[in-house]
């Protein structure tokens, strides 16, 4: 099916390299875009680096930037985090919590309450691991996004004195339990079809694929106790799904140690942060690793795509920066208007392949960014 | 100085392969003991099998097993966690934390709360890294063991319906924080002195050794913000000691993209139990990784010290077990010992030899249980 759709997107340069990576994402968007007249592509630029935003509003973005971005078909993020200078209390000046707070506002605004990172190796990456296997790692990491332990709710007692005790509650519900566990199964199946078009198949005793859910319930009961009840009991609607259950020390323990053994992981939104930060490094490292928010049951609610790595200020306005991550982020976000458009499946395809061409062939991980970003759009052009 | 001393054990074989690899365990010690009249070794064993004694008497160890265990120097476990089969949800029939219960009362009954894992990878055991600096790791994790995440509090409202709502609340003090944070200095500074021994000084921006404040402080504000605080202020106390912070998602990334740049590293109990079995993937894996739960400020308490490693009983009885973690367990519980007596300490020592030269003698990780235990044990009766 091809649609007339133009995609509007809200472009969110950000802190540090943000705006240096994004540069190169949107000329190979509009690369892309003007070889292919099935492709249409709108963009419009937010400027709210967020300290300098702060020093001169005394808010870290606009009041009203979910209103903002509302309209958006998808958010495109470079990098969000510059907290400014360090006072004498280790504490920077402006919160972290207060410079990210868009960050997690976005992802709770917009209830994007799945965060995917995909984990398959692109030759010339950097590979940390040993063992030759770790080559074909093919892994997608699920994370719970909209609640669980970030809810940050809990207080301070007698704050700063010798009596003090402080709480921090995690809260979990049926109903965001079930839609990203379900959503897990459904990922899987997904692949499935998609590894028979590509001729690799895999198997789990008998099945296609394999989903396992991550937790901690040896030792956090109450939460780990739903999740394993809600797992088993959705497992019976996916019979040709293999299932698998870890704790998260394991996990990490085994996303090291045999990370291919692995397909579809399921975790909670903070072993979801850990274990989706590792499999970045099996991926390569932040430099290559791109991810999704999304929200996969309202679709007119904006999705928002960023790449793993964050604002990285210390290298920040020196061309250094690699774009690698940002420019697979943006093919991220092409596929996913893919599923509905073509043309946009065909140009997330094609970015991907021009970014795994350059990385194949340039070992040389310190070219300047924007040479970098040179070379993919002129392989894109000549495609 | 030399004491007298002789130190009582009370010897926890546990479930699945934790009887077999106590066994060398034992016999280790006794052959350090026959070979040095300084050193005065007695112990006592319990045979509480978790799923057995819970068949035979509803519990999964006697009810006065803390009683039991209060009056020795220390505890020597081989390993706890043998649930048995798993009903049609998903769940064990004894439940994890029933199995566990043990582990997790013992660390609070004698108020363990610190865990410690060490890395230093012994040349022969498995290095999962690519990158040669991974053979230098220097690390030492330090674990708060007894409150934070662990607490288990929380309920389940509305359970197993549509509309449940789980909460899992984190408790933490300013008493446990302030310990555990001021135990990691002190063991900074025993490093120092320990490397300047062994002449393998490092640098930390002028300072000999650095400590690393783990939180997740960016999206768990409360607790995040008092470690942090509390962090600085007791900083200033050691300035002869670095300094750094990581969140734990990063702290998680660089523990395997370059872990050499670690020194001594504090967590909570749930971050802290990542960190430290990613510390063992560190050292060569479970197969290589002891680990020790201390009461620093009560030597009346006894510690207990345990491998890394589970009780796998998908290999227990068949003599298939590496006994090499076990074995540096018994070391690590020596090194305790040593620091009141000169003859433990060399035990400790020559143990730790031992285990370092088998490993690296024998590339084959396949031996037999008792095969690696005999040549241990010969090794000790020569050297
Ligand atoms: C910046 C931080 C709040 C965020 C998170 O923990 O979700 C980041 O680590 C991520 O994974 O996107
Ligand atoms: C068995 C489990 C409860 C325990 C823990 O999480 O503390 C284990 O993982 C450990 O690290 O000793």
Redesign the pocket.
């Known amino acids: 099916m091809t649609t007339q759709k133009t995609w509007r997107v809200a472009v969110l340069p950000g802190d540090g390299i943000g705006p240096e990576v994004i540069a190169q994402a949107t000329r190979a968007l509009d690369t892309l875009a003007a070889s292919d007249p099935g492709l249409a592509l709108e963009y419009d630029t937010f400027e709210w680096p967020s300290h300098a935003w702060h020093k001169a509003h005394g808010e870290s973005a606009p009041a009203d930037y979910l209103a903002q971005l509302a309209g958006y078909d998808a958010i495109l993020l470079g990098a969000l985090?510059d907290p400014g200078p360090i006072d004498d209390a280790n504490r920077y000046l402006l919160s972290d919590s207060d410079s990210?707070a868009p960050?997690?506002e976005i992802r709770k605004g917009f209830d994007q309450w799945v965060c995917e990172r995909p984990v398959r190796r692109l030759d010339g990456a950097l590979q940390y691991l040993a063992d030759p296997r770790a080559n074909d790692i093919d892994m997608l990491v699920i994370r719970e996004n909209s609640e669980g332990e970030y809810v940050n709710q809990g207080g301070r007692l007698a704050q700063g004195t010798p009596n003090e005790v402080v709480t921090q509650t995690a809260v979990f519900t049926h109903r965001a339990t079930d839609r990203i566990i379900r959503h897990a199964f459904e990922q899987a199946r997904a692949r499935v079809a998609l590894r028979k078009v590509e001729g690799r198949e895999r198997d789990f005793g008998g099945k296609a694929a394999q989903v396992c859910l991550v937790t901690k319930r040896n030792a956090q009961k109450f939460w780990g106790d739903m999740y394993t009840e809600m797992f088993a009991a959705i497992a019976k609607d996916y019979p040709d799904i293999a299932t698998h259950h870890e704790l998260v020390d394991a996990a990490c323990m085994k996303f090291v140690s045999h990370p291919w053994a692995f397909d579809v992981v399921v975790a909670s939104n903070l072993h979801g942060?850990i274990l989706?930060d590792l499999a970045a490094v099996l991926n390569g490292g932040m430099g290559v690793s791109p991810s999704a928010n999304l929200n996969p049951s309202d679709r007119t609610r904006p999705p928002m795509f960023e790449p793993t790595h964050g604002s990285a200020p210390d290298i920040a306005g020196q061309n250094r920066a690699g774009p690698a991550a940002m420019l697979l982020t943006a093919a991220m976000m092409l596929d996913w208007m893919g599923e509905a458009d073509e043309a946009a499946a065909r140009a997330g395809q094609r970015l991907k392949q021009a970014v795994a061409d350059d990385l194949a062939a340039n070992a040389d991980q310190r070219r300047a960014t924007d040479t970098i970003g040179d070379a993919v759009i002129a392989a894109l052009e000549k495609a």
Chains 1, 2 share one sequence.
């Open positions: 985090g990210l960050l997690l942060d989706t």
